[in-house]
């Protein structure tokens, strides 16, 4: 996707000001989810992620508490100093869930994530994009489990978190507490 700008911020004040395109209503892949008042056209720029930008340590010290299990995260990477925190001040778009065959995509545009349709979304339809959370040194054996995917999709693969690399030599970081985000 090419970066957004102004453009963007135009596009979605058009749009606003027509019937409203989403709704936010339970879903069958976790609870709620993000739906199609409307048909949206491949292309348009459905929502900009909001919520109170932090920096990586901020976001780790939030969430420092919740234990391994708990898969829930409302984060997003920006980049490597910003995360947006969707649970402080976050609109409706903290409620796209994950899907491996997405109808939606986010992009970064000057520091801000937007969230898109790759396709024609037909009314009714709930929206999705791939989270690809970011996977950490020290993550559980059973990290996949844990962040199991429930999209439904015929070539789920029925992960959240992004496809393992193979292994490669790393610096030694700090990663121990660090809360699990979107990186997409
Ligand atoms: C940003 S929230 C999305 C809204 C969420 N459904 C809710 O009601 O709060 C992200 C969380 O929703 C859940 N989730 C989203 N997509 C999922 C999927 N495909 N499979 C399983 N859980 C999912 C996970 O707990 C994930 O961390
Ligand atoms: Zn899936």
């Known amino acids: ?25 339970h879903s ?10 409307r048909r949206i056209r491949k292309g348009t720029a459905i929502i900009e992620y909001l919520g109170e930008r932090v920096s990586h340590a901020e976001a780790d ?10 898969n829930h ?29 997405p109808n939606c995509e986010s992009s970064v545009a000057d520091k801000r994530i937007f969230i898109e349709a790759i396709r024609t979304i037909q ?6 994009y791939d989270y690809q959370i970011g996977r950490d040194v020290d993550d559980a054996p059973n990290v996949d489990e844990i962040f199991a995917c429930r999209c439904g999709a015929q070539n ?8 393992a690399k193979a292994p490669r030599k790393r610096r030694a970081r700090r990663t121990a507490g660090r809360a699990k985000r979107k990186t997409r």
């Open 28 to 37: 069958p892949i976790h609870g709620f989810g993000v739906f199609a008042l």
């Open 123 to 128: 009314k009714g339809e709930e929206l999705a």
């Open 156 to 163: 789920c693969r029925g992960s959240m978190l992004a496809p």
């Open 61 to 70: 010290a939030r969430y420092e508490d919740k234990t391994e299990d708990d």
């Open 1 to 25: 996707m090419p970066p957004r700008n102004k453009s963007t911020d135009r596009r979605m004040k058009k749009s606003a000001r027509r019937a409203p395109m989403i709704e936010v209503r």
């Open 73 to 101: 995260t409302f984060l997003f990477t920006v980049d490597s100093k910003t995360v947006i925190d969707g649970g402080v001040g976050g609109n409706e778009g903290r409620y796209i869930n994950h899907g491996c065959e």
